[in-house]
């Protein structure tokens, strides 16, 4: 079996204004960097999430990315989106006050009272020497949350939180290494499963999910041993790989792509 990763001495670097924490993740990666790297940027400028969509970076807010160098087979990298989730959710108990729970919105964000607080961005890349490298990017609305948006964001300072972006990458890395370890390369998704479903949400309620622009319909039962969400529907059980989840089944076809900002990287 293999062993857990050990991120015992991970490294921090802050950068005072970079054009995307993942890119300059992965550069580091093709440069030869071992991994156990967390890339921090004060300022974001190009700032990415799923399927390209922009991630907004202000000055104030978090966006940093931790670069891991085989940190599981390639079939079960994916995975580390749930593992971060999970880890992002506790961070964020350490920061919110209390009476104000950050719940897990499928696949990956974290959201407050239904509000985005908070995205991920998962990325793999196949180096030239045969290794996998692996890049988590976080991005955590801090001081401000970007408006005019199909859905509600918040941020931590609108939630009551007064941490810095410092101590919330502090909290965040915290966790992740402790997931990252019970987590142990992929032998043990179940635990991550299990504490993934804890902090779910919508959890049992009629939700909608959008896979570009065709709409399904049901009640979320939770994820598979992949990932997957579970919808029963009115036609039956299905499983969705990937698409966008609406936290209400009264919804209508998401904007185009390039018109959502959503993840992080």
Request: glycine share 12%; with cysteine; net charge negative.
């Given at each position: 079996?293999?062993?857990?990763?050990?991120?015992?001495?991970?490294?921090?670097?802050?950068?005072?204004?970079?054009?995307?924490?993942?890119?300059?993740?992965?550069?580091?990666?093709?440069?030869?960097?071992?991994?156990?790297?967390?890339?921090?940027?004060?300022?974001?400028?190009?700032?990415?999430?799923?399927?390209?969509?922009?991630?907004y970076?202000p000055?104030?807010?978090?966006?940093?990315?931790?670069?891991l160098?085989?940190?599981?087979?390639?079939?079960?990298?994916?995975?580390?989106?749930?593992?971060?989730?999970?880890?992002?959710?506790?961070?964020?108990?350490?920061?919110?006050?209390?009476?104000?729970?950050?719940?897990?919105?499928?696949?990956?964000?974290?959201?407050?009272?239904?509000?985005?607080?908070?995205?991920?961005?998962?990325?793999?890349?196949?180096?030239?020497?045969?290794?996998?490298?692996?890049?988590?990017?976080?991005?955590?609305?801090?001081?401000?949350?970007?408006?005019?948006?199909?859905?509600?964001?918040?941020?931590?300072?609108?939630?009551?939180?007064?941490a810095?972006?410092?101590?919330?990458l502090?909290?965040?890395?915290?966790?992740?290494?402790?997931?990252?370890?019970?987590?142990?390369?992929?032998?043990?998704?179940?635990?991550?499963?299990?504490?993934?479903?804890?902090?779910?949400?919508?959890?049992?309620?009629?939700?909608?999910?959008?896979?570009?622009?065709?709409?399904?319909?049901?009640?979320?039962?939770?994820?598979?041993?992949?990932?997957?969400?579970i919808?029963?529907t009115?036609?039956?059980?299905?499983?969705?790989?990937?698409?966008?989840?609406?936290?209400?089944?009264?919804?209508?076809?998401?904007?185009?792509?390039?018109?959502?900002?959503?993840?992080?990287?």
């Amino acid at each position: 079996m293999p062993s857990p990763l050990d991120l015992s001495a991970t490294r921090v670097e802050w950068l005072a204004s970079i054009d995307s924490t993942n890119d300059e993740a992965m550069r580091r990666a093709r440069a030869g960097d071992p991994g156990g790297l967390w890339i921090a940027g004060w300022e974001q400028t190009k700032g990415r999430g799923r399927q390209g969509r922009v991630w907004y970076s202000p000055h104030g807010n978090l966006a940093a990315s931790l670069l891991l160098i085989d940190p599981a087979p390639t079939n079960l990298a994916p995975q580390l989106g749930f593992v971060a989730g999970v880890a992002l959710a506790e961070a964020a108990r350490d920061l919110l006050p209390v009476g104000k729970p950050a719940q897990l919105k499928w696949p990956n964000d974290l959201v407050v009272g239904g509000a985005k607080l908070s995205g991920l961005l998962l990325e793999a890349s196949q180096l030239p020497n045969g290794h996998l490298a692996c890049v988590i990017g976080i991005g955590l609305n801090i001081e401000a949350s970007p408006d005019g948006l199909p859905y509600a964001a918040t941020s931590l300072r609108a939630l009551g939180g007064d941490a810095s972006a410092e101590l919330a990458l502090e909290r965040i890395a915290a966790h992740m290494s402790v997931w990252l370890s019970l987590w142990q390369r992929g032998d043990d998704f179940a635990s991550v499963r299990k504490a993934w479903t804890a902090h779910a949400a919508a959890l049992g309620q009629r939700v909608s999910v959008f896979a570009g622009r065709v709409q399904t319909t049901g009640i979320f039962l939770g994820i598979d041993a992949t990932g997957q969400m579970i919808l029963e529907t009115d036609v039956g059980r299905e499983t969705i790989a990937a698409g966008d989840l609406l936290l209400t089944a009264d919804s209508v076809p998401m904007p185009a792509e390039d018109q959502v900002i959503d993840g992080n990287g």
